[in-house]
């Protein structure tokens, strides 16, 4: 069971928009720190997608983009490719914990 | 260019240990946090552990404490996970990161990940 909530996976097809939440709780996101995304093509290390909410990293295209808002956040993906194909996850701070925390993660199929 | 290099995963059996590395390049590793993160076989990430970039403030996932213990060679731009007394549960791929910071930690540069494997 992980501290952060997310869909085990979503789908769309080549084009189309998709969102992925993340669902946290009075002790991480919703106590001020800041969520951050990862992608993780078949096989290999996760790659930083977004860091503090809404930043893009140099190179990441801007198809990708992130929000919060409370105790969520959200990554939209748009004009899907068939190379976004992977699992993503989301990451926090849990004042709990004393620790980072990640989301169980989403499987995003291309159709 | 910033480079994570793992060294040191294998077959354990239950209740032994194993000492993981990670060599840094690219950037001054006495200045940034470094941390462990584990992907366990078909299942998603677990931070680990983490330290300071100093090296005098380290920090355990529940998970580990009292079994792992990180450390840092700065001179050497190495970072180590000594792990005691594994479990089955311990079995996974794990990854280095370099640590950034905004309004909390994230991993922004990741190594390639070193497979532990606790079997008898």
């Known amino acids: 069971q992980s501290v952060l909530t997310q869909p085990p996976s979503v789908s769309g097809a080549p084009g189309q928009r998709v969102t992925i939440s993340c669902t946290g709780s009075?002790?991480?996101?919703?106590?001020?720190?800041?969520v951050h995304w990862y992608q993780q093509l078949p096989g290999t290390a996760p790659k930083l997608l977004i860091h503090?909410?809404?930043n893009r990293p140099s190179g990441v295209p801007d198809r990708f983009s992130g929000s919060k808002s409370g105790t969520s956040a959200s990554l939209a993906i748009t004009g899907l490719q068939a190379e976004d194909e992977a699992d993503y996850y989301c990451q926090s701070y849990d004042r709990s914990l004393s620790g980072s925390v990640f989301g169980g993660g989403t499987k995003l199929t291309v159709l | 260019e910033v480079q994570l290099l793992e060294s040191g995963g294998g077959l354990v059996q239950p209740g032994g240990s194993l000492r993981l590395s990670c060599a840094a390049s690219g950037f001054t590793s006495n200045t940034y946090a470094m941390s462990w993160v584990r992907q366990a076989p078909g299942k998603g990430l677990e931070w680990v552990s983490g330290i300071s970039g100093s090296g005098g403030s380290t920090y355990y996932a529940d998970s580990g404490k009292g079994r792992f213990t990180i450390s840092r060679d700065i001179p050497k731009n190495t970072v180590h996970l000594q792990m005691n007394s594994l479990r089955a549960e311990d079995t996974a791929v794990y990854f280095c990161?370099?640590?950034?910071?905004?309004?909390?930690?994230?991993?922004?540069?990741w190594g390639q990940g070193t497979l532990v494997t606790v079997s008898s």
């Open positions: 990161a370099k640590v950034s910071m905004a309004t909390g930690p994230y991993f922004d540069y």
């Open positions: 503090g909410n809404t």
């Open positions: 009075s002790s991480n996101i919703g106590a001020g720190y800041d």
